[in-house]
């Protein structure tokens, strides 16, 4: 429920909306009926999907890239910029859901006007952590993660001293092609790279997610969200995608979150926290049928861009940024059939 003194719901905006993130967003919505008033809905150039969760939700604002002139009566919402709606007097709650340097803008809008953001766009942090964080605590304004690792190293750090870390820990599945022979590479196809062994994402954290850059830009995230240096974060692989991530202490002592591999577990965690909801539909860890958890190192030969993502995190400056946008060109051009696999770590350390 909303606020049990005021009964009043906290207005929710949805940046994203019809991604991968933005439709499980609304899905850990519906399993909390009463409990968020969705007052903003935004999407890049999904304008159908777009109207039908315009007439479930009923948001007061909508957004889209392209194609603007067709809801235009067909929705009762008013058009309205990503940066509006996320500032908005009423908006409490803003789940940035969008890809690459599109979500900077109204991240930085909602962290201006004191809101509450849950950030599933690693690049903004990547891009401009030292800004947005400096501009959370100016304001007020509170970041939580909804990346799974991130939102794992979060609830592990509930209740600690931040003096008491000692190293942060992310996982890593290895992504479809871990077990690939390394000429093989060569011959990889979009198709096979959009298919993850555990995840279902969108099609650009997918393809990060088997190059491993995406860990790279996990662990700048990891630097700015929890203020730990970069040399004091590591990544494991772990391919079951059971621990989410792991926080060692200075005691010696390590704390893990575990979970099954769906996004709507840490994306409720950001929504309601801090409050323990039921999730409803979300399948619960049975470890006895699990039975062997396993943990090994990153090969750097086979992950280039992890390591491409490591020494721009460490370089730091506009190194993140240039980063970025090398990678988004790159899998634009690889998901078109115009690179190879193994020409995305070439196209970025270019």
Same mark, same amino acid.
């Given at each position: 429920?909303? +606020?049990? @003194?005021?009964?009043?719901?906290?207005?929710?905006?949805?940046?994203?909306? &019809?991604?991968?993130?933005?439709?499980? &967003?609304?899905?850990?919505?519906?399993?909390?009926?009463?409990?968020?008033?969705?007052?903003?809905?935004?999407?890049?150039?999904?304008? &159908?999907?777009? %109207? %039908?969760?315009?007439? %479930?939700?009923?948001?007061?604002?909508?957004?889209?890239?392209?194609?603007?002139?067709?809801?235009?009566?067909?929705?009762?919402?008013?058009?309205?910029?990503?940066?509006?709606?996320?500032?908005?007097?009423? =908006?409490?709650?803003?789940?940035?859901?969008?890809?690459?340097?599109?979500?900077?803008?109204? =991240? @930085?809008?909602?962290?201006?006007?004191?809101? =509450?953001?849950?950030?599933? +766009?690693? %690049?903004? @942090?990547?891009?401009?952590?030292?800004? @947005? =964080?400096?501009?959370?605590?100016?304001?007020?304004a509170e970041l939580r993660p909804i990346d799974s690792e991130h939102s794992a190293i979060w609830q592990c750090l509930w209740g600690e001293s931040p003096h008491s870390v000692e190293r942060i820990i992310l996982t890593a599945s290895g992504g479809p092609f871990r077990d690939t022979l390394p000429e093989e590479l060569e011959r990889v196809t979009a198709e096979q790279a959009l298919r993850h062994p555990n995840w279902q994402m969108g099609h650009k954290i997918t393809v990060d997610s088997a190059t491993l850059l995406n860990k790279g830009l996990e662990c700048i995230e990891a630097r700015w969200l929890f203020d730990v240096p970069l040399d004091r974060i590591d990544v494991i692989l772990h391919r079951e995608s059971i621990v989410h991530s792991l926080v060692e202490f200075r005691d010696g002592s390590v704390k893990a979150q575990l979970g099954v591999p769906d996004m709507r577990l840490p994306i409720q965690c950001a929504l309601s926290y801090p409050e323990r909801v039921p999730g409803t539909g979300i399948p619960r860890l049975d470890l006895k049928r699990i039975g062997t958890l396993s943990f090994g190192t990153p090969d750097m030969k086979r992950y280039p861009c992890l390591s491409l993502a490591l020494e721009a995190g460490r370089r730091g400056g506009t190194f993140p940024a240039v980063l970025c946008a090398a990678d988004e060109v790159a899998i634009q051009h690889f998901l078109a059939g115009h690179l190879r696999f193994t020409d995305i770590s070439r196209v970025i350390e270019d």
């Amino acid at each position: 429920m909303g +606020n049990p @003194l005021t009964g009043r719901r906290p207005g929710l905006v949805v940046l994203g909306s &019809t991604g991968s993130i933005g439709r499980q &967003t609304l899905d850990v919505v519906r399993s909390l009926p009463r409990r968020f008033n969705v007052i903003g809905l935004a999407a890049g150039g999904n304008v &159908t999907l777009l %109207e %039908e969760q315009a007439r %479930e939700f009923r948001p007061r604002f909508v957004y889209c890239d392209r194609e603007a002139d067709y809801l235009h009566g067909r929705v009762a919402a008013r058009w309205a910029a990503m940066e509006e709606m996320a500032s908005h007097a009423d =908006t409490d709650l803003v789940v940035v859901a969008t890809v690459g340097a599109a979500g900077l803008g109204p =991240t @930085l809008a909602a962290l201006s006007a004191g809101k =509450t953001v849950a950030l599933a +766009n690693k %690049e903004v @942090l990547v891009i401009a952590g030292r800004l @947005l =964080t400096a501009e959370a605590k100016r304001h007020k304004a509170e970041l939580r993660p909804i990346d799974s690792e991130h939102s794992a190293i979060w609830q592990c750090l509930w209740g600690e001293s931040p003096h008491s870390v000692e190293r942060i820990i992310l996982t890593a599945s290895g992504g479809p092609f871990r077990d690939t022979l390394p000429e093989e590479l060569e011959r990889v196809t979009a198709e096979q790279a959009l298919r993850h062994p555990n995840w279902q994402m969108g099609h650009k954290i997918t393809v990060d997610s088997a190059t491993l850059l995406n860990k790279g830009l996990e662990c700048i995230e990891a630097r700015w969200l929890f203020d730990v240096p970069l040399d004091r974060i590591d990544v494991i692989l772990h391919r079951e995608s059971i621990v989410h991530s792991l926080v060692e202490f200075r005691d010696g002592s390590v704390k893990a979150q575990l979970g099954v591999p769906d996004m709507r577990l840490p994306i409720q965690c950001a929504l309601s926290y801090p409050e323990r909801v039921p999730g409803t539909g979300i399948p619960r860890l049975d470890l006895k049928r699990i039975g062997t958890l396993s943990f090994g190192t990153p090969d750097m030969k086979r992950y280039p861009c992890l390591s491409l993502a490591l020494e721009a995190g460490r370089r730091g400056g506009t190194f993140p940024a240039v980063l970025c946008a090398a990678d988004e060109v790159a899998i634009q051009h690889f998901l078109a059939g115009h690179l190879r696999f193994t020409d995305i770590s070439r196209v970025i350390e270019d």
